[in-house]
């Protein structure tokens, strides 16, 4: 029987996630940490594992895993508990992944300048979810920007906190159809998103928006 080990770095905790006997056909999901090791799932038949992480405090993982002939699952796991917190479905495949606060950002396309952005907790509990528009997740992931491009359907400018799931500042106007967003810039220590506006049927300069994390929206003068 063949391990593979796939390690991850986890700031808080010491340790590797590791699937039995490969991550295309695991039966176990264990946390290894020097030559021990708890076992955190045992699946009554072999599962392929399609993608998994640690927390940026380390205090926690998901598998993200789907059953023979079945739709994809996600469980996520307490490290310091060595328990699982919950196994739930998320409807979608697409991309995975924490947020800076352990919160689990699930985002995939639904057609040409159409994406979807779902936020979950731990338990699976749906803290965003928004589609038709386009969005993009700050660098350090505490944030997400939903917003309208010229070539999108229309809808608001929208600022979201990827840890509570809270919008924290919203600009209306785009649902008009008349404009649209062109580009956008987080600013230093994301405190605030700057985007570039411009009308769809061409013409009008630029104007430039400022959404910040305290609830303010206003215009800028240069992006």
């Known amino acids: 029987m063949w391990l593979i080990i796939l ?27 020097g030559d021990a090791a708890v076992v955190l799932e045992r699946f009554p038949a072999a599962e392929e594992v399609v993608g998994f992480e640690v927390s940026a ?11 023979n ?24 495949g697409g991309q995975l992944q ?12 639904c057609g040409t300048n159409c994406h979807v952005l779902t936020v979950f907790d ?14 993009d997740v700050s660098p350090a992931r505490r944030y997400a920007l939903v917003y309208p491009t010229t070539d999108s359907d229309p809808g608001p400018v929208t600022l979201y906190d990827l840890a509570t799931g809270q919008r924290l500042a919203e600009f209306t106007a785009t649902e008009s159809g008349e404009i649209g967003v062109e580009a956008l810039r ?17 013409g009008a300069q630029p104007r430039y928006l400022r959404l910040g994390v305290d609830g303010t929206v206003g215009w800028v003068a240069a992006p």
């Open 186 to 202: 987080w600013a230093t220590g994301e405190s605030a998103v700057i985007v570039t506006l411009v009308s769809r049927s061409g």
């Open 69 to 92: 002939g079945k739709s994809l699952r996600v469980s996520t796991y307490d490290l310091h508990s060595k328990k699982r917190i919950a196994t739930f479905s998320p409807g979608f």
């Open 7 to 33: 390690t991850l770095i986890a700031p808080a905790l010491a340790g590797d996630l590791t699937f039995t006997p490969s991550p295309e056909a695991t039966t176990e999901v264990r946390w290894t940490d």
């Open 57 to 67: 405090d380390g205090k926690s993982a998901f598998v993200w895993h789907r059953p």
């Open 122 to 135: 731990l338990l699976g509990n749906k803290l965003v979810g928004v589609g038709g528009t386009i969005h």
């Open 98 to 109: 924490f947020s800076a606060a352990g919160t689990l950002i699930l985002t995939h396309g």
